[in-house]
């Protein structure tokens, strides 16, 4: 009996049991409510090659450049513990200044003026000096995380209209919508392999520098880590400069996907969904220890729920709404006091068991 407690302790207090029962009975729900919501259908895209269709498609094409953010904004919360709100606004800044690269000073050019790649390279380096200019802010300013990104949560949209010029850039070549689409002969979404690429990426990081190490170590205790030989401000100003790379990820496929931008629209609210998901992996939201795939995981939980509330056709204005009430019940299932509680009540009840036994 105490070995089973144990292990359905082990289970209950893995970090990965809330983002998987949530996984769980969205599964469910959608196999009674609609069973076809799992079907895979192949179907001919718009350049005449075969991929596949279906909702469980949409789930981890699109809840890719989700789980890319959520990786950049799951260490930015471990260091500094707080959110970076502006990463819907800089994913417009990267991908306006990917496009201007690409375009020159003509919106709609015949040929590009750069590779793909250069105009990527562009947008990387214009996604990290963002980064940087946050990371200033909280390193060296002490300015609290979500009032430092405000700056450019507010001003980020109007600075990419600027880039180009309050025009809307389009781009005609084919290879350009590989990236945020399918790549010819391939059925499944290029997005999914850009995001394996990045969690390959991080868990490298992980492996081969003391990058997770440093971080935790800042966000249990920024004091105790500079006596220790760690510079606090440094690492919090790596973070979001890393953060930056992330964003420029999930910009290339944003712009990619249409082969334009729409500087209002674009990324609207993923911030929310980024915080959300690093929340639902039940990582703190005050910084310290962090668990990525936990949020990685938490990411296409939410693209999930995002997607079935709109198979049920609930009208997108009150998605937030509708999203909002499922993910706080979840989040405050998962928080610290509510799992201390429920491992009180347990102890209490194995506890009234061992005296009801002994008599």
Aim: glycine share 8%; proline share 4%; charged share 10%.
């Amino acid at each position: 009996m105490n070995k089973e407690t144990n292990i359905f302790k082990k289970i209950v207090g893995n970090q990965l049991f809330i983002p998987l029962v949530a996984l769980l009975i969205l599964i469910v729900f959608n196999l009674i409510n609609d069973p076809s919501f799992f079907a895979l259908t192949i179907q001919n895209n718009i350049y005449g090659y075969p991929v596949l269709s279906g909702s469980i498609v949409s789930i981890i094409d699109f809840g890719s450049e989700l789980a890319i953010l959520a990786i950049g904004m799951t260490i930015v919360t471990a260091a500094s513990g707080g959110q970076d709100i502006s990463v819907g606004a800089v994913i417009a800044i990267s991908g306006s200044t990917m496009l201007r690269a690409l375009c020159g000073t003509n919106p709609q050019p015949e040929t590009l003026r750069t590779s793909i790649f250069v105009a990527f390279l562009v947008g990387v380096i214009a996604a990290m000096i963002c980064g940087a200019f946050n990371g200033l802010l909280v390193a060296f300013f002490k300015i609290p995380p979500m009032v430092a990104t405000l700056i450019l949560y507010t001003a980020g949209r109007s600075i990419a209209a600027w880039i180009n010029e309050n025009r809307l850039p389009m781009i005609y070549e084919p290879k350009f919508g590989y990236i945020g689409n399918f790549i010819p002969g391939i059925p499944i979404p290029t997005p999914v392999f850009i995001a394996a690429a990045c969690m390959l990426v991080i868990a490298l990081l992980h492996k081969f520098t003391n990058l997770k190490l440093y971080t935790q170590a800042v966000g249990i205790n920024e004091e105790s880590s500079r006596l220790n030989g760690i510079n606090p401000k440094l690492i919090k100003f790596s973070v979001f400069v890393i953060l930056g790379v992330f964003v420029a990820v999930a910009a290339l496929i944003k712009v990619t996907r249409i082969s334009t931008i729409t500087y209002s629209v674009i990324a609207k609210d993923i911030e929310m969904d980024a915080i959300l998901a690093v929340a639902l992996g039940g990582n703190s939201l005050s910084g310290g220890k962090y668990n990525v795939w936990a949020s990685v995981l938490g990411a296409y939980v939410i693209q999930f729920l995002t997607t079935t509330l709109y198979k049920l056709q609930v009208r997108s204005d009150a998605l937030p709404a509708y999203k909002a009430v499922v993910v706080i019940i979840l989040v405050v299932i998962s928080s610290p006091i509510v799992r201390d509680k429920f491992s009180r009540i347990s102890k209490n009840l194995k506890s009234k068991k061992t005296e009801n036994g002994g008599v």
